[in-house]
């Protein structure tokens, strides 16, 4: 079983900045999976934002959000983070984090290849 707890959420205004962090549990496995960040909007579909290879660390972004959020990941707290600046209000939404356990020709970019998800945390950005 395996655990991913996200953090960080709020309320912000346009422009504005906002940390997220996903933990994975004690026991859960970590180090050897790509992690990413989708969100999900109401009557729209969950988007990709940002993902994180275990192999290599590579970063790969959402189109609408490069170059205003980052991603990292720590493999011995086991945490993965998304820090996001320049907050716009289409960046309202719960986002979650999931775990991959797809090779090395994973996309990262689609939902249906993650086997856990985290609970969710809510963002929302005011105008």
């Known amino acids: 079983q395996v655990t991913l707890v996200e953090s960080g959420g709020g309320f912000v205004q346009a422009g504005g900045s906002l940390r997220l962090s996903c933990a994975a549990a004690?026991?859960?496995?970590?180090?050897?999976?790509?992690m990413a960040w989708f969100r999900h909007a109401p009557g729209k579909e969950r988007e990709f934002v940002a993902g994180?290879?275990?192999?290599?660390?590579?970063?790969y972004y959402g189109y609408s959000v490069k170059g205003r959020f980052t991603v990292s990941g720590d493999r011995v707290k086991k945490t993965v983070s998304l820090q996001m600046n320049m907050l716009k209000p289409e960046d309202t939404g719960v986002y979650y984090c999931?775990?991959?356990?797809?090779?090395?020709?994973?996309?990262?970019?689609?939902?249906?290849?993650?086997?856990?998800w985290g609970q969710g945390t809510q963002v929302t950005v005011s105008t």
């Open positions: 999931g775990r991959d356990p797809g090779g090395v020709l994973s996309s990262l970019r689609v939902p249906g290849d993650y086997d856990y």
């Open positions: 004690s026991g859960s496995s970590f180090s050897r999976y790509h």
């Open positions: 994180i290879r275990w192999n290599g660390g590579y970063t």
